[in-house]
Every structure is written in C-alpha cells, then in structure tokens.
C-alpha cells in the first residue's frame, strides 16, 4: 500500500514536471520553427543592416538598430535598478526597524502590482510634457522609457534581494559583530558575499524582466527604429517592434518570420545572460 | 439518443433564433461599425454583432479564413489578395460606405496655414529637417513627425498617397494609435502628424494641402489630395446575401440613417446627400 501511494506521488510529480519542460521545449521549438525561414532566407542582414523597412516593397530587415537599442535600455535600466535595488535592500536589512521594513515592504509590493500600461501611461501624461519646457525634441525617448523601466523592475529587485540578505544565517553576521565590525562593514563584507548567489540571480531576473518589458518602451520609447545618439533620442527596441508590428503582417510572411527571428534574439540575449550568471555564481559560490 | 436529439435541437434553435454578424478591419471604420450597431440593435434586439477593429490588413484576412463575415478596409485590395482570392476560387465584392481624408495636423501656434505635398514628402522622408526649412518665417526647430504604425490603414494610404514608394526617414516615430498623436501635437509645439479627417478636434491646427482643406466638397469632388474612399468588403462566392443579418448590417449601413450615421462619425457620406 504504502508502495503504492509512494510511486503514485512520484508519478505526480514526475508528470508536472515533465509538463513544464515540455512546454518551454515547444515554446522555444516554436519560436526556432518561426524564425527558421527568416534566418535562412535573410542570412547574416538583420545583424547588419540599420534599416528596418519590413512592409516596404522590396522590404528591409535590418535589426542592428533594434537590438543596440534593446542592449541599451536594457544596459540603462539594469545600471540604475540594480545598484538602487541593493542600496534599498542593504538599508532594510542592515538599518530598518521591524515597521520601517514593515512599510517599505507594503509600499513595494503594491508598486509591483502596478501594470505597466499604468505606468507608461502616466509617464507619458505628466513626464513627457516636462521636457518640453526643456526644448528637447523628442517626447518619448529612451530617457523615458529607462525611467519606466527602472520604476518597473526597481521593486522586483528589492524585494528579491532582501530576501537573498535575510537568507544570511544570523550567527555568521553575529560572529562579524562580536570581532568588532560595524554594521555597515558587516552588511557590505560578510552577507553580501554569502548571499552573492541570491543577489546575482536577483539581478539576471531583474535584466530579465528589462529585456522583456513591452508595454512601457512600446507607449514612451518613440517607436523610431535609429540608433540614439542622445539619451533624448526616440527608440524602438525589439519588443516594441514585435508588438507593434506581429498584428498586421502576414502569418507565414516573411515580416512574419522577422518578428519572430526578433523574439528568437531575445531569447537568446536572455540565455546567455542567465548561464554567465549561473557559471559565475558556481565559482564564487 | 433522445438526448442527442434534443441536443440537436437546441443548437438548431439557437441557431435559428441568434445570427451572428462578425464584422473585423479597420480602425478607420470602426467608430461607424460602432453606430451602425448600436442603431441596429434597436431595431433588431436579437441580432448579434462582433466588432473588432484590427487593421485592413486583418479584416481582409479574416474574410479569407473566414473567421469573418465583412471586413472593414479603408484601402483597396493589395495584387496579392486578389491572385490569391482568384487562387481559391473566392469572389469578394467591395462596397463603398463613405470617404475619409487624412487632415494634416500641427500645433495651433505654429504659424503655418498651408504645406504642398512636395513639401509634406520631403518632411516625411527626412529631406526636411528644421520647420524654417518649410517656411522661413517659422523658428528653426526640429521637425518632430509622428506617424501611424504600420498596422493602421491610415499609415497605407499616406504611404501610397503622400511618399509614393519612398522610404520614411527612422526616425519618425510610429505610434499606436491616432489619440496619441493628437494629444501630443496638441502639446507640442513643433510636431506634425496626420490623422483622419473623422478624429479631427478643435485643439490642433489643420493645414491646406496643395491649397485645399480637407473639407465635405472637397474630399466629394475628389479636390483634396489626401483622401480615400472607405470599403465593406463580403465574400459573395455564393452570391449576394439575400438575407439574414449580413443583408440586414449592409440595407442599413447605405440607408439614409446609416449614411447620416457616417457623418456622425466624422467621415463623409457617399450616398443620399
């Protein structure tokens, strides 16, 4: 019986499992099969190629723009949100009062709740109309949609790595206090490091997160496909490309095909950060 | 088996009882498609009608899958539909509803009455950068050009009409949708946009193109450069619809109160003026 009931548990489990792999396997089969024409027919030009004309007749599929401006919201938002996010996270760790963190926990998770429509929105009606009394001739740019994005992503960092800071035994940072270290040393030396594995896996979810976001950088980015030269220059990363663009072409052409090798690219920016920061985290940790 | 049957039978009556319209396409016509129906519903409480509002492109599509009944298309069949509807032995029929024209937009207090389309060509292609390059007596700002994306029928129809083949310059900035570029040409000092004649408010300054105004007559006689005629396309492979709800959307919509109804809704009536 209890044999039974034992594998029974087993195969449950095995089965979900099994799902979920399953299901990310053909999800990224799906996107490889999509973009397959694209990458044949196209060859090295989307990695080349500044123009992205796709429903121009001959149509052009140059990505480059697309990808440094996704490499560059991404680079922006991840160098704001992540400091900020550890600074955040060491002050409620090291300094906070059980109500402080208590509040400041409550005020994040009903940050994180806020849709992101929400936030690109109000950006666009009460943040846009600033910079006009600065002359800026753009108003929506990449400035914009960094600080969409930063506001975005700040409290899913926050929270995750405070999380990773309280999963530090107590007796370890005790042992740094009794040999005369102040908090702040101790905090900076002794639990960072031994949460290092927590906060960089924080920090690729939160680059993760970035690379992804749609809706902000589709409302505040400007949607012009041009590598920025100023930080008030209008973008269009490839996410924006994707959902402003995967309704209208064709299914099976090749804009179609475009939009997809564009998902497939994303994909695999985000692969190859989260394996460094596995590997990465392997040696120090 | 009774059950079976009586299962039948309730599909059948449901069926019977409940047509469902599904009319998909552009967004230029959806706000018509939107008064059409809510008229119709008052005069056909059981009558059911889906709308959505997609794109040309998609309704057309649609109809081709026929995932729809009618498509909204505020642009013409592209070659490529008609060789593949002639592939599949299909037969859509167009039907004009009303006209449309795309007003050119700036900000009020740009001073700026009038812009050839030469001029509107060179802007939209990045040939023109600063306003005092269209007329000298305006600031020497950058132009900053909106556009619709380019799943907006709108956006074809420029693209056809205006830059004739030409490539837009990158940096115009495509945007969702045509609120957003009156709203931001509205603030905007220095921003240029076009629109639909229908979406038009008083907060932004319309400009002559070529010297006209995208006025009722004009867009009529075909004077206004910019303008379109708006169609309903169905598939009449088995011939024209002699009833049912198809029939009953398309009496209504060339009627009177439906032409009347497409004034309503900013655009102008092809029919019983």
Not at chain 1, 182 to 205: D, P
Not at chain 1, 251 to 259: C, D, K, R, T, W
Not at chain 2, 74 to 99: C, D, N, Q, T
Request: hydrophobic share 45%.
């Amino acid at each position: 019986m209890r044999n039974i009931k034992y594998y029974f548990q087993l195969t449950l489990i095995f089965t979900f499992a099994l799902f979920s792999i399953a299901a990310l396997i053909f999800l990224i089969f799906f996107i490889v099969k999509e973009s397959l024409p694209a990458i044949i027919h196209l060859k090295i030009k989307p990695f080349i190629s500044l123009y992205w004309y796709p429903t121009y007749d001959p149509p052009e599929f140059g990505m480059l723009a697309l990808i440094v401006d996704t490499l560059l919201v991404t680079v922006l938002s991840s160098v704001i949100t992540i400091p900020l996010g550890y600074f955040i996270s060491f002050y409620l760790h090291t300094y906070a009062s059980d109500r402080e963190k208590h509040i400041i926990k409550y005020i994040i998770s009903v940050l994180s709740g806020v849709p992101s429509v929400i936030i690109g929105a109000a950006i666009l009606i009460f943040v846009s109309p600033i910079l006009l009394n600065f002359d800026i001739w753009s108003t929506e740019n990449l400035f914009l949609a960094v600080l969409g994005l930063s506001f975005l992503s700040l409290p899913y960092s926050v929270s995750l790595m405070t999380d990773s800071l309280e999963d530090v035994p107590r007796e370890l940072e005790e042992s740094s206090l009794a040999l005369g270290a102040s908090k702040f040393i101790t905090t900076l030396k002794i639990t960072t490091k031994a949460s290092i594995n927590g906060i960089l896996n924080a920090a690729v979810l939160t680059i993760n997160r970035v690379i992804g976001e749609t809706m902000v950088v589709l409302l505040v980015g400007g949607g012009a496909a041009i590598i920025p030269t100023s930080i008030f220059d209008p973008i269009k990363p490839l996410t924006a490309a994707i959902a402003s663009e995967i309704g209208e072409a064709g299914v099976n052409s090749m804009h179609y095909h475009a939009l997809f090798l564009a998902g497939l690219i994303l994909l695999c920016i985000s692969l190859i950060l989260t394996y460094y920061a596995k590997k990465r985290g392997r040696i120090d940790g | 088996m009774r059950k079976f049957l009586v299962l039948i039978l309730f599909v059948f009556t449901v069926f019977l009882f409940s047509e469902t319209l599904v009319i998909k396409g552009s967004n230029t016509i959806f706000p018509i498609a939107q008064l059409w129906i809510e008229k119709l519903k008052t005069i056909y409480p059981d009558l059911e009608i889906t709308l959505e509002g997609a794109g040309s492109s998609t309704g057309i599509a649609a109809l081709f899958n026929k995932t729809a009944d009618i498509a909204n298309a505020s642009r013409w069949l592209k070659e490529s539909e008609i060789a593949k509807m002639h592939k599949e032995g299909r037969y859509f029929i167009p039907i004009v509803i009303g006209y449309d024209g795309i007003a050119i937009i700036v900000n009020k207090n740009l001073n700026l009455e009038k812009i050839s389309l030469n001029t509107l060509k060179k802007i939209y292609t990045g040939k023109i950068r600063y306003w005092n390059q269209v007329d000298p007596n305006l600031p020497k700002k950058q132009i900053q050009i909106y556009s619709r994306n380019t799943a907006s029928g709108t956006f074809e129809t420029f693209e056809k009409i205006v830059l004739n083949k030409e490539k837009m310059a990158p940096w115009v900035r495509m945007v969702e949708s045509t609120r957003f570029e009156l709203e931001t040409v509205e603030k905007n000092p220095y921003a240029i946009a076009y629109v639909g004649i229908g979406y038009v408010t008083d907060d932004v300054r319309v400009l002559k193109v070529e010297g006209i105004l995208p006025t009722k007559e004009n867009i009529l006689n075909g004077v206004y450069p910019i303008s379109r005629a708006l169609y309903m396309f169905l598939d009449a492979t088995n011939g024209y619809p002699d009833s049912g709800a198809i029939k009953k959307y398309i009496t209504f919509g060339l009627s009177k109160e439906g032409q009347e109804l497409v004034e309503k809704a900013g655009y102008v009536a092809a029919y019983g003026f």
